[in-house]
């Protein structure tokens, strides 16, 4: 390319205009003759000529080492702040033209990087305008095209790029042509050049972004009406291009072109990279081959798809931005993004997200794209499915940002690709979604991040896509992450008070599609969905009912009925235990009022059908009766407000069956409510609506069972509340209609649930008692076959008709307990069948069991009578089956029953006399039947009642039978006869079983001896040889057999020979103290017996201990009145009791309440020898002052009892402690005292427990417990710590020892001054241990 001469000039004429020189810097002439005034000194020295550096640089034939000294020499001096601030203020615009000029002559890369360089340098200085005059001839030089597309001009298009960064220039309006100039600009990208074409995209880019920021309307016209083909030289260009700079330029321009629309025009248009003139010099090329070349779409997918695979982060985000501007900027970009996808763009962009590596920037582009593409559904789902994978690793990373941007996005491809492609989900990745969807609500309620409401939706919309994949089933891990997430997902709606009210409206689809998915067919009886089923009852229950109850003026209506629609969907598997215990949940929150105020606040009609729904699936739940599909047949003309239901129950029904329906419907309503105690109105409202009912419907009224039921249950529970609250008048003649129903037509009291109150009242009317007695027989029926039937509603629960018929019989304010006994006595007399009778006994067993204290009011009304009856019916020979269980219930009616009541009461006696008759008729052993046996343990508890007054002539007659003292000796004799062998019999007599009932009708016996034959019976005739009574002929087991069995008999028998032998010892100790007699046995008798005693002080059952320790007390307090005591001075075995028992009480740490109480039978005999006048001398060897000192350490709050204080006490009687020991027991013993009044509220609350009783005459086991029981409690033993000893009564026995210990030491407190052992005088009053 040549230059006109005009272009090689002299440059005198750049210093034609006068210029303002500081004359303190003018230099001389320069060697070349120029003037001072176009020349500048330096800090150096040196001096500077503008004229000079214009000639050289300007001339092209200048050496170019020349040029570039002088360029070097410029910026040092440009660097030096004088030079420079002289030469803005004066000779700056000399610089201008030459240093173009040079740009635009010298092809030397070096030189034009030091030009740019220093015009740059000179732009950017401050307080300076030449910037505008580089703009203008750099913008004149690129215009005229003189440069061609040489070096040159590249050189000159990068200064243009950087006059254009410079935001201090003003641009616009220093460019004179800027159509030529962009036109020039535009024809220059057809140059094979890829570094000139990426300084033009640069220039461009600039040029462009510039017009549109400052809105200039002439620069952003060229633009347009050169932007087709701009745009299609730019997309070819960047389709060759393997630059990563020219990418980067090309793409910057082609998105402020999209940005401002510009290339909306073209997207239809084909385009074409060559001019009209390119075409005519072609041949091969004509109009309709250019017209034929692929749209701008298509050419866009080609050229984006290299700078997508680029290595460089930058262009690839630079490209999704393009992408992104390109498709947004029409409104329905559908037909562009179809074509997109066409050219697999969508591809690349999934391969940048899996190369991501979680890079921010990378994955908010590309997500942005993507959701985009997004809209064109059928076409973007097939790639979706490729880059699922990608997706859901990006998916990770999102959930773990708080509010990331694209959160919702990524969320939708996620639930895009699952719903659309459910059978492309492994297990792996329906696992790895779930736990990341799972972690992102937990972080949520956490609130460790945030979570838009738009991504909460999307979340539970996915969790339903991911159930709906069929490898949701296969991985069993999925759904304990799907109970959190449901839980989660509840919560945060319940808790974060901020969230959008519509989200419990997600959460609520969420609950209902996973409890739909977990009752499906396939799924309903797989461990995994049964646990995830549980898991959506738990939740509602747990946090979305109580919610629900509480806030329901703040839920809208859509969130209602999706809460209503979860909950029906619970009750509708009716067969499930769980939706059995919501159901009564449900009722329990009043859920009837409840469902009635939603109808209140919300009056549509679907709110209407939903709640009727529910409310009837409810009814058929709770009751084992479909009764609910009235309240769905009359759904249509049921009122919305109870007030309605009332008034439609008042009104004549006889003619009208639609009338009718709603009027059964609305007694299932008010029915079901208020035997849950949820009352739907006022009860005097229903109670007038009721009776109105009642008597306008009275010549209609169907007796079916259901509906009559139903109106009967609510009417005497209107009656019953009437009586308790208040009282209003009442309809007699609607009670006749109530009772005539009742009395006329069948029904069944089980059939139908009912309200305690209702079946109160009913057994409180006495002219229904012919029915009432019928429904007794059914309910005994149902009781005999095992169909209990659990349709009564009282105390907050659900329980068996059985148990509350048995709770009015021990109410005793009904008719309950005379209907019974009536009954029985009619079938005695009638002498009914077998089955029925039995029936009848089994639910008095029933009863008696359920509740003890029935067996009072059974009596009261005559049981004993009706009993007589039975029995004597029965054969001597072959009672039959009823006889058993008659011997059942008699036992438990004497086990249960208060003794005042069997007082006046004659027909008992009768009845014991038949059953002695029985077993003196059939003289078989003891142990050959069970109903011998039964019969045993009856003697037993009527001889247990005698000791309290009552059946004082049965007691007789049993004590001195003759058939008894037979049978008894005879069990005795063979048992004595095994001598050792006893423990191991196993013979076919089993003498161990006989035993065992023998030794309690001996305990009893010798209990009532006392009472029924007080002063007669000798004690001391137990004590002597076997066969020699000299009284009457009584029951009668001798001491040294009760020795033997003790000795030789199994833990069983030692218990019941222990009592039996304490009671004989107990009732000669009395008769000696009254008598003032001797003692009779011989010495020898009495050491055998204290050997046998003493052997067993430390037996492993404490009671056996027990007893034998206080039987050996009283035998030493008798050798003591005799002066028999010299033997203990000698008896190693006294002291080794002692000693053991001392020695374990002085360890450390030893004494827990467990292990005192193991020594309890020690105590009671070291305590019976230190209340003998003559003690034994080493006495006071074993409780020695270390000894005491260190039992006296041990003690604490814990384990102090009644025995320890005795023993203290008799310690200090026995003058064995000194003054610091008794001050230190008495600190001890004030701080226990505090510590059990402290406590004392917690320890006296002692739960009640329930009274045995026998199920079966098989039972042995239990009624020898039973009877073993009864001896303990009423024995002396059991109040010196029996097992039966509650904690109230320990602490009592405490405190009153405690109180006598502080008694005694106020007799001599004020004596006491030093640490020898104290003397205390021995008081009058006895003090026995207890």
């Keep these: 390319m040549f230059f006109v001469d005009s272009q090689v000039q002299d440059s005198d004429h750049l210093l034609r205009e006068p210029v303002a020189v500081d004359l303190n810097h003018l230099s001389p002439p320069c060697a070349n003759g120029h003037r001072s005034t176009v020349s500048l000194r330096t800090d150096q020295g040196g001096t500077f000529c503008f004229l000079c550096f214009s000639d050289l640089v300007s001339n092209p034939r200048a050496p170019t080492v020349h040029v570039s000294y002088a360029l070097h020499q410029l910026s040092i001096a440009l660097s030096e702040p004088t030079f420079l601030r002289n030469l803005l203020s004066s000779h700056v615009r000399f610089l201008v033209s030459p240093l173009v000029n040079a740009l635009s002559v010298f092809d030397d890369a070096p030189i034009a990087i030091q030009i740019m360089d220093t015009i740059s340098l000179l732009c950017s200085a401050e307080e300076c305008s030449i910037g505008e005059d580089f703009v203008e001839r750099v913008s004149a030089q690129l215009s005229s095209g003189a440069l061609g597309w040489s070096r040159r001009q590249l050189h000159m298009l990068h200064c243009f790029g950087v006059l254009l960064s410079n935001e201090k220039i003003d641009i616009n309006s220093h460019i004179r042509d800027k159509e030529s100039l962009v036109f020039q600009l535009v024809e220059g990208l057809q140059l094979p050049s890829e570094e000139i074409r990426g300084e033009i995209f640069f220039v461009l880019y600039k040029f462009s972004a510039l017009q549109f920021t400052e809105q200039n309307v002439d620069g952003a016209e060229v633009l347009s009406s050169l932007c087709p083909k701009l745009l299609s030289l730019s997309l070819e260009a960047l389709a060759k291009t393997q630059r990563d700079e020219v990418r980067l330029n090309c793409i910057a321009l082609l998105t402020t072109l999209a940005q401002q629309g510009l290339l909306a025009d073209s997207r239809t248009s084909p385009v074409s990279s060559m001019s009209l003139d390119e075409v005519d010099d072609d041949p091969m090329l004509t109009a309709e081959t250019v017209t034929a070349r692929p749209c701008l779409d298509v050419l866009f997918s080609e050229a984006i798809k290299g700078p997508l695979l680029s290595t460089d982060g930058e262009v690839q985000i630079k490209t999704l931005d393009l992408i992104f501007h390109y498709v947004s900027q029409e409104s329905i970009p559908s037909k562009q993004i179809e074509v997109l996808l066409g050219e697999n763009v969508a591809d690349y962009i999934f391969e940048i997200l899996r190369l991501s590596d979680c890079k921010d920037h990378v994955i908010n582009s590309c997500l942005r794209v993507l959701d985009l593409f997004s809209l064109a559904e059928h076409s973007f789902r097939k790639k979706l499915v490729i880059g699922f994978p990608s997706v859901t690793q990006v998916l990770q990373y999102v959930g773990e940002v708080p509010c990331h941007p694209f959160q919702i996005q990524t969320l939708k491809l996620v639930s895009s690709c699952v719903s659309d492609f459910p059978g492309i989900v492994s297990s792996s990745q329906v696992q790895e979604i779930a736990l990341i969807l799972k972690r992102m609500l937990e972080r949520y309620y956490s609130q460790e991040m945030g979570l838009f409401p738009d991504a909460f939706a999307i979340i539970c919309s996915v969790f339903v896509s991911l159930m709906k994949t069929p490898s949701f089933a296969e991985t069993p891990d999925v759904f304990k992450s799907m109970q959190e997430s449901l839980r989660h997902a509840v919560l945060v709606c319940l808790s974060i008070p901020e969230n959008d009210s519509t989200q419990i409206s997600h959460a609520v689809y969420l609950i209902n599609e996973v409890y739909a998915y977990c009752t499906s067919p396939t799924s309903i009886n797989n461990t995994s969905c049964i646990e995830l089923r549980h898991c959506v009852i738990d939740v509602c229950v747990s946090h979305l009912l109580p919610w629900f109850l509480s806030d329901v003026n703040e ?146 009224l169907i007796p079916d069972s259901s509906a009559m039921l139903q109106l009967v249950n609510i009417y005497s529970l209107c009656r019953s509340l009437q009586n308790k609250r208040y009282q209003i008048s009442y309809s007699l003649e609607a009670e006749r209609i109530v009772f005539h129903l009742l009395n006329e037509y069948e029904w069944d009291l089980g059939s139908c649930d009912i309200h305690l109150e209702s079946l109160k009242w009913l057994f409180q009317q006495e002219n229904i008692s012919k029915s009432l007695t019928y429904q007794i027989q059914k309910i005994a029926q149902n009781n005999l076959i095992g169909n209990e039937v659990h349709n009564v509603y009282g105390d907050g629960r659900q329980r068996s008709l059985t148990y509350w018929f048995a709770k009015l019989v021990s109410e005793g304010d009904n008719y309950a307990a005379t209907l019974l006994v009536n009954l029985s006595t009619q079938l005695a007399e009638k002498r009914e069948q077998e089955n029925d009778v039995v029936s009848i006994l089994i639910l008095m067993n029933t009863i008696v069991s359920k509740s003890p204290t029935a067996s009072n009011h059974i009596s009261i009304s005559g049981i ?96 001195v039978n003759s058939y008894l003292v037979s049978a008894i000796n005879n069990v005795v004799d063979v048992a004595y006869s095994r001598g050792p062998a006893l423990a191991q019999s196993q013979d076919e007599n089993n003498i161990e ?178 209340r003998l006048k003559n003690k034994p001398a080493w006495l006071r060897s074993v409780f020695d002052e270390s000894c005491i000192s260190s039992m006296i350490q041990n003690l604490n709050g814990t384990n102090i009892t009644s025995e320890i204080v005795i023993l203290f006490r008799e310690l200090m009687q026995a003058q064995l402690l000194n003054s610091d020991q008794v001050t230190k027991l008495d600190l001890v013993f004030l701080a226990s005292r505090k510590q059990m009044q402290r406590n004392g509220t917690q320890d006296e609350t002692v739960e009640e427990q329930m009274q045995r009783t026998v199920s079966s005459i098989h039972d042995h086991g239990e009624v020898c417990s039973y009877l073993v029981d009864l001896m303990v409690s009423n024995s002396l033993g059991q109040t010196s710590g029996g097992s039966e000893t509650t904690c109230r009564q320990k602490k009592k026995q405490v405190l009153v020892e405690m109180e006598r210990f502080s008694e005694l030491l106020s007799t001599r407190r004020d004596y006491v001054t030093d640490t020898r052992p104290c003397k205390v005088t021995r008081q009058k009053k006895k003090i026995n241990a207890k």
């Excluded at 809460?563 to 009722?587: C, G, P, R, W, Y």
């Excluded at 054969?875 to 011997?887: I, N, Q, R, V």
């Excluded at 009541?901 to 006696?909: A, G, H, I, Y």
């Design 555 to 700: 839920v809208n209506e859509e969130a209602t009925l999706g809460i209503m629609e979860t909950f029906h969907s619970i009750l509708l598997q009716n067969s499930d235990v769980k939706a059995m215990e919501f159901a009564e949940i449900l009722v329990s929150a009043d859920w009837f009022s409840f469902s009635f105020g939603c109808l209140g606040n919300f009056s549509t009609a679907t709110m209407k059908q939903r709640v009727y729904l529910m409310l009837s699936s409810l009814v058929d739940v709770l009751h084992r009766e479909k009764l609910g599909s009235h309240i769905r047949d009359a759904l249509p003309s049921l009122p919305s407000d109870p007030q309605d239901l009332l008034f439609l129950l008042g009104q004549d029904s006889s003619n009208n069956q639609e009338l009718a329906s709603c009027q059964f419907a609305a007694l299932v309503i008010f029915h079901t409510g208020w035997i849950h105690n949820d009352r739907l109105a006022d009860d005097k409202l229903v109670f007038t609506s009721l009776e109105q009912y009642i008597l306008v419907n009275r010549t209609s």
């Design 864 to 959: 004993g009578n009706a009993i007589y009856r039975l029995v004597c019916g029965f054969t001597d020979l072959s009672p039959g089956t009823s006889f058993a269980t008659l011997l059942v219930l008699i036992f438990n009616i004497l086990a249960s029953v208060q003794p005042g009541v069997l007082k006046n009461d004659e027909s008992w006696d009768a009845v014991f006399i038949k059953l002695l008759n029985y077993l003196s008729l059939r003289d078989t052993a003891i142990t050959q039947n069970h109903e011998s046996m039964m019969v045993i343990g009856i003697l037993c508890l009527v001889l247990y009642h005698s000791s309290h007054g009552a059946l004082l002539d049965s007691s007789r007659i049993i004590v």
């Design 993 to 1170: 079983e006989a035993l065992a009932f023998t030794l309690p009708l001996y305990f009893f016996s010798l209990r009532s001896l006392q009472i029924v034959l007080a002063g007669v019976v000798d004690w001391q005739t137990f004590f002597g040889p076997s066969g020699n009574l000299e009284t009457l002929p009584v029951v009668c087991i001798h001491c040294h057999n009760l020795c033997r069995l003790m000795h030789f008999g199994t833990p069983q028998i030692k218990l019941m020979a222990s009592y039996c032998l304490l009671e004989l010892f107990t009732g000669l100790s009395q008769q000696i103290d009254i008598r003032k007699e001797q003692l009779r046995c011989s010495s020898s008798y009495l050491k055998a017996v204290k050997a046998v005693l003493s052997g067993l002080v430390f037996y492993d059952d404490i009671r056996v201990a027990i007893n034998s320790a206080l039987c050996l007390s009283m035998i030493l307090g008798w050798e003591e009145m005799e002066g028999r005591t010299e033997m203990l001075k000698t008896s190693s075995w006294y002291r080794f009791i002692t000693e053991e028992m001392s020695v374990s009480l002085a360890m450390p740490c030893s004494a827990s309440n467990t292990f005192v109480n193991h020594h309890k039978p020690a105590v009671y005999v070291t305590v019976a020898m230190l």
